[in-house]
């Protein structure tokens, strides 16, 4: 695997530290958001002697209560129909292993989250882009690109709803085309759903295990991590209707074990997070997108789509080369003590060349923080020797 | 992947529970130690308000702490030289999709780990088995047949020591063998060292880190799963010298982001356990393995050998076919209301037919609750219709 526009990217990081610049990161997705009081009290007040090994599928309380609360937000499964995995990312790997032959295809909207590559890695399967563009806030390709891509080889559709890295919503036009192909040929539809709770504006969510008639196809990946600001637990969870599924990423369930213990301990008490947390969590959130997306389209020469969810947005940027103008932000500029640090929009791309204008800004600092960031991004674009002609 | 033989005596289990009979269950490595109370005031007394996720390679404090016991028992490494992972279970994968393209070989001997097959198809490598016989107490294959399993496609031989499932703990001289064969064909040697602490019987571990030369080969695998009975907080390690190693296999802890983190925070503080901690733990196992290897070995037509470590051994008895057996103790019999549940030595063995008459037999009970089974066990035997006549 090689390694990510980001990563290289630290060691500048770190160098600008050193200097005394201030570096606002915009580049990752850890949010600020405190973990709910719930989750934390649970280990606070542990009564455990033995932190034994937990079922390979997840605590069945755990299950229960989770697919409860799937069940209140109109998503009709049963706490067997759910894997419990380390992460998100265990649950992505198990639906690539689960569900693929090493060498057969998956199709993806690109730009899509960097780390997806690594578990094909893992899982020996290959990803096949379908590009989606700013220029239509990334929305989803028409389906006729998609089913272009369909080869004898390609096993499953995988979307991430809301996106990162775009921060696009689908609806559920959208969805019900996605079926429609996913019927037509058959495939698995796997969807990554970890932003759900993070939908702006009004809109709803729309699950992929909320469509008719493909129960048997639909994989939905969840996780903990971003819902209830413990990205650090390492809970998320594989679900779908299809037992033959099941049963298979169960046996890579067994083989590593079980999940982490205390992180599902931690999970199951968020479950009971109060209302108020995420009024608290969606009012701050959407501070945040109004402020950048006003603060990022009032640049000369910037365009970012306004994103109905999830905490990140992908930006044109007047510039000739994202990932030169994300070292030189970090190795030879700064603005009052002050520097940015964003992601390079080419990781998130397949296509070789495809972002080169665009980064990637993750909203998950307070606004004073945000105000300081986009004053310090502005002058950047003003200086930066690789600006490109306003159009 | 097949299901296990003991995932698959399960439903047995649950039946014969239900029917009123005690199963005891010898078929398990969860032991009925105490969590360290280090560990588990660790997290009764978080002070975070963000469970983050950590650096991909684990907390640097943990690391360092971690480096630093390694070396007080002689194993020389650096925090640089680790990589936090998602249990030992990781550490295995991690090993073998770093080390090894798909399609090529490691080479074990057994018996050997059931779980290392799961790693072993997920990374899409092959397992070639060299035999070890219980008549030998399971000692070492002579290096000759380990040797003549060498072809084009072997990348390294992989041993767990001290020994799941068979307990033998591996000579300074039997390393010395290997150490030789590893530097004269440029192989890995993966060395599962999990059940480190548990050498009984004045018997020291030696350990492969230990082994002159071949710094770059060597690759321990480990966790603190057992070492603190704190199996469900998923915490292990990978570490070796090798930097190519670390830096591609950090790539893999990167795509899955970071490994549990309230679980680190308790393995970190877990290391503080004072001596007699582990005293108390050396004391307990040390009386219930004698007491379990006395008790087997008077039973009629039973060989059991002495292991010098971890907590198990393999028990040759006077069966037709452990599988069977196993299923009729759950399914057909009880003795004052009680049964016990083992897992077939089948399930250990790659070779088709192997350990037929071999079950392994996890000394993780009381005591009392050990004095119970062996009872049951004897009775057992004595009427199983499926005995072989006596030797």
């Given amino acids: 695997m090689p390694a990510s526009p980001i990563r290289k990217l630290v060691p500048f990081a770190e160098e600008a530290k050193r200097k005394g610049v201030k570096v606002y990161h915009l580049n990752i997705g850890q949010p600020d958001i405190p973990t709910p009081k719930e989750g934390l009290d649970a280990i606070r007040n542990i009564n455990l002697s033995v932190l034994e090994y937990t079922h390979s599928a997840g605590n069945e309380p755990y299950r229960r209560k989770l697919a409860e609360s799937y069940r209140k937000i109109g998503i009709d499964v049963d706490h067997n129909e759910i894997i419990v995995t380390t992460g998100g990312s265990e649950a992505v790997l198990f639906a690539f292993m689960t569900c693929l032959n090493p060498g057969e295809e998956v199709i993806t909207p690109e730009p899509f989250y960097a780390n997806y590559n690594g578990f094909a890695t893992t899982a020996g399967v290959t990803i096949v882009p379908v590009r989606s563009y700013v220029k239509n806030d990334f929305a989803l390709p028409p389906i006729e690109e998609i089913e272009k891509k369909i080869t004898s ?18 609806s559920k036009e959208e969805l019900h085309q996605l079926r429609d192909i996913v019927k037509k040929h058959d495939l698995f539809l796997f969807s990554d759903e ?8 009004g809109e709803t969510h729309f699950s992929a295990m909320q469509l ?10 969840d996780s903990v991590s971003k819902r209830y600001s413990e990205c650090g637990v390492r809970i998320g969870a594989l679900v779908t209707k299809n037992q033959e599924v099941l049963s298979a990423a169960l046996k890579f369930g067994q083989a590593r074990l079980c999940p982490p213990g205390v992180g599902q301990i931690i999970a199951e008490a968020s479950l009971d997070a109060p209302k108020e947390y995420f009024t608290g969590v969606y ?32 930006v044109k940027l007047p510039i000739d080369d994202s990932d030169k103008f994300a070292k030189w ?10 520097t940015v640090m964003v ?37 950047a674009l003003r200086v930066y020797p ?5 159009e």
């Fill in 153 to 170: 080889k390609t096993r499953a559709i995988l979307i991430c709803n809301p996106n990162n890295p775009t921060g696009y919503l689908y």
């Fill in 194 to 201: 970890v932003y759900r709770e993070f939908c702006y504006g």
């Fill in 212 to 221: 008719d008639g493909i129960g048997e196809n639909v994989i939905m990946l």
């Fill in 283 to 314: 009012n701050e959130y959407i501070a945040r997108r109004d402020f950048i997306v006003d603060a990022l389209n009032k640049m000369p020469g910037v365009y970012c789509p306004k994103p109905k969810g999830a905490f990140y947005t992908v």
């Fill in 329 to 338: 932000l970090l190795q030879d500029f700064s603005y009052k003590g002050q």
């Fill in 343 to 379: 992601a390079p929009a080419s990781g998130f791309y397949f296509t070789p060349g495809a972002g080169r204008d665009e980064v990637r800004i993750a909203y998950v600092l307070k606004i004073e923080d945000l105000r300081n960031a986009m004053d310090t991004l502005a002058e």
């Fill in 386 to 390: 690789g600006r490109t002609t306003l």
